[in-house]
């Protein structure tokens, strides 16, 4: 059985090189089509590991909740205020919830007021946020110097704060900003620790990164922000669920117990950073079926060109066709003959464009630095869809061929 394959596949690389310039530019349009579906799927991948890096900022298992102040209702008397309080705080830390792994208060104080904040002659824009000691751990911070809050910290009201990269440049230039002070409306307050530089630069360029330079924060206790504010409101709950899929059930649960707290004084939305994740491989999905759909026109522009070649072979050696039926050969021989040139025709260009898009793949992993080399399965999809394109493309050629009449095919001229 191998040696009658071998011999049939010998037979269709001498037929190929009789028309060795038709070949090549078959093999050249499947290489194409194979190559810039690779390269489409590359780009994609680069995508995805973009935005969700990005994500990841904000802590994937993150999730908000606020009040809600789009009431569509005119005639309901409601209460000024952020309906969440310190002793709704305390509620929610009193290990009340089972979806929720931690939780944290976020103060920022009055909207449109500047809060002047400067060492020595050097000033600093920095969006300023009372939090409490967990959240650097819900949002994904890393600390590169210096430490966390503590709760005491929290408890006892310090004035310390923990400040981003910008922030620090800022304030201090070059020097290091751990255990230095600086003012915040005149008040003093010494650097315990130095974020992580954070990028969210794609996520800003479309305007989903909350408003917020991740680098220019200045985090302080919350219970620290409310002495400086003179109340004892808090703006929203930042907290992380015990898992992904529980946000929505932690969600839920934190704004049953600030109902059961307020009544029907209140109404509170939440978001969660699953519902932007489904959302965002819901988009990303979509953009990459669309260019793996574009890209694969040229696979069908190859596959037609294979068609083309198989038939006008097919049309050149009708005498050849039937000279083999005389002397012994059955239907199935020559249609296995045709078949396997086309095949042989699909799987270099297969080989070929799937060498380019690995090339390029390596190529826009090296300029941008992200995980963009093909896997194995991707590999194998490109090589038996390019078997299969020119299986489907020779068949009807092959087809024509087995079924032509022998007689008819030894008087063609």
């Given at each position: ?5 071998l ?11 009789d ?7 078959s093999?050249?349009g499947i290489a194409?089509?194979i190559?810039?579906v690779?390269a ?7 995508g995805?590991?973009?935005i969700?890096?990005?994500l990841?900022t904000?802590?994937l298992?993150s999730?908000?909740?606020s009040?809600d ?7 309901r008397m409601?209460?000024?205020?952020t309906?969440?309080?310190n ?5 929610l ?9 931690r ?14 904040i400067?060492a020595?002659?050097?000033y600093?824009n920095a969006?300023?946020?009372g939090?409490?000691?967990s959240?650097?751990t819900i949002a ?12 005491r ?10 400040i ?5 440049k800022?304030l201090?230039g070059e020097a290091s900003p ?7 409306n005149?008040?003093k ?9 954070k ?5 800003a360029?479309i ?9 220019n924060?200045?985090?302080i206790?919350f219970?620290?922000?409310q ?6 409101k808090?703006?929203?709950l930042?907290?992380?669920a ?5 946000a929505a059930?932690?969600?839920?649960q ?9 009544g029907?004084?209140?109404?509170y939305k ?19 079926m669309i260019?793996?759909i574009a ?5 069908l522009?190859?596959?037609m060109?294979?068609m ?8 050149e050696r009708t005498?050849?066709?039937g000279?083999?039926?005389?002397i ?7 249609l296995l ?7 042989v025709?699909?799987?270099?260009g297969?080989?070929?464009?799937l060498?380019?898009?690995t090339a390029?793949?390596i ?6 630095g992200?995980p963009l ?11 038996v869809?390019s078997v ?11 087809r024509r ?10 008087r063609?001229?």
């Amino acid at each position: 059985m191998l040696i009658f394959f071998l011999d049939r596949f010998y037979q269709s690389l001498y037929a190929l090189k009789d028309n060795l310039r038709r070949t090549l530019l078959s093999i050249i349009g499947i290489a194409i089509g194979i190559a810039a579906v690779m390269a489409v799927g590359a780009i994609s991948k680069g995508g995805n590991y973009l935005i969700f890096s990005e994500l990841e900022t904000f802590g994937l298992n993150s999730l908000w909740v606020s009040r809600d102040r789009a009431d569509k209702d005119p005639n309901r008397m409601v209460r000024e205020g952020t309906g969440i309080s310190n002793n709704d705080y305390l509620a929610l830390t009193a290990d009340c919830c089972s979806a929720v792994h931690r939780i944290s208060a976020i103060v920022y104080g009055t909207r449109g007021k500047r809060n002047i904040i400067q060492a020595n002659n050097r000033y600093s824009n920095a969006q300023l946020q009372g939090v409490d000691f967990s959240l650097t751990t819900i949002a994904n911070d890393v600390i590169v110097q210096g430490r966390a809050f503590r709760s005491r910290d929290i408890s006892k009201r310090r004035t310390v704060a923990i400040i981003g990269p910008t922030v620090a440049k800022d304030l201090f230039g070059e020097a290091s900003p751990l255990g230095r002070e600086f003012r915040i409306n005149n008040r003093k307050y010494t650097v315990i620790g130095l974020l992580e530089d954070k990028s969210r630069d794609f996520l800003a360029s479309i305007g989903s990164a909350g408003g917020q330079d991740a680098n220019n924060r200045i985090l302080i206790p919350f219970t620290t922000f409310q002495q400086m504010l003179g109340n004892k409101k808090i703006n929203y709950l930042q907290a992380e669920a015990v898992t992904q899929v529980q946000a929505a059930e932690a969600a839920e649960q934190i704004i049953a117990i600030l109902k059961r707290h307020n009544g029907r004084n209140f109404t509170y939305k939440s978001e969660t950073m699953a519902s932007y994740i489904a959302t965002t491989e819901r988009i990303l999905d979509g953009v990459a079926m669309i260019g793996i759909i574009a890209a694969s026109v040229s696979l069908l522009v190859g596959g037609m060109g294979i068609m083309n070649i198989m038939s006008t072979s097919v049309l050149e050696r009708t005498r050849e066709i039937g000279l083999r039926k005389a002397i012994g050969a059955r239907k199935r021989d020559i249609l296995l003959q045709f078949l396997l040139e086309a095949v042989v025709i699909s799987t270099a260009g297969g080989l070929i464009g799937l060498t380019l898009g690995t090339a390029a793949s390596i190529v826009l992993s090296e300029l941008t630095g992200f995980p963009l080399a093909p896997s194995f399965v991707v590999i194998v999809i490109a090589l038996v869809v390019s078997v299969a394109v020119g299986i489907i493309s020779g068949y009807l050629p092959a087809r024509r061929a087995a079924n032509l009449p022998p007689v008819d095919a030894l008087r063609y001229e």
